[in-house]
């Protein structure tokens, strides 16, 4: 989930009384295991980047997805950015910040 949609959701729910006292949950509501997200990643990155996987452990989340249709129902609220239009937004802010593009 990228922060703009979480401060957007958050400012709606500050409008909506009827949300008041109530638990949502927020997030773009699509499974991205953590491979992909780090295959995108890396493969928008101007260097490489060694990874090394480690074997999981017992109790590992291998991917969540975050059920919106309350919010949605309740609110009209919808995530407005793509995961990769927010990472690839990320990274780039932090190349320029870091002066590493």
């Known amino acids: 989930m990228v922060l703009d949609d979480a401060v957007e959701c958050f400012a709606d729910l ?3 009384k009827e949300s008041y ?14 491979k992909d997200l780090l295959k995108f990643m890396t493969g928008i990155l101007p260097f490489d980047v060694d990874l090394e996987v480690i074997p999981g452990t017992p109790g590992d989340q291998f991917g969540i997805r975050a059920n919106i249709d309350k919010i949605r129902a309740e609110t009209g609220w919808e995530p407005k950015w793509d995961l990769h239009a927010g990472v690839r937004e990320m990274v780039d802010y932090y190349l320029k910040k870091n002066e590493l593009s």
């Open 21 to 34: 006292g109530k638990v949502y949950s927020v997030g773009t509501s699509k499974k991205v295991p953590i």
């Open 14 to 16: 500050m409008d909506c």
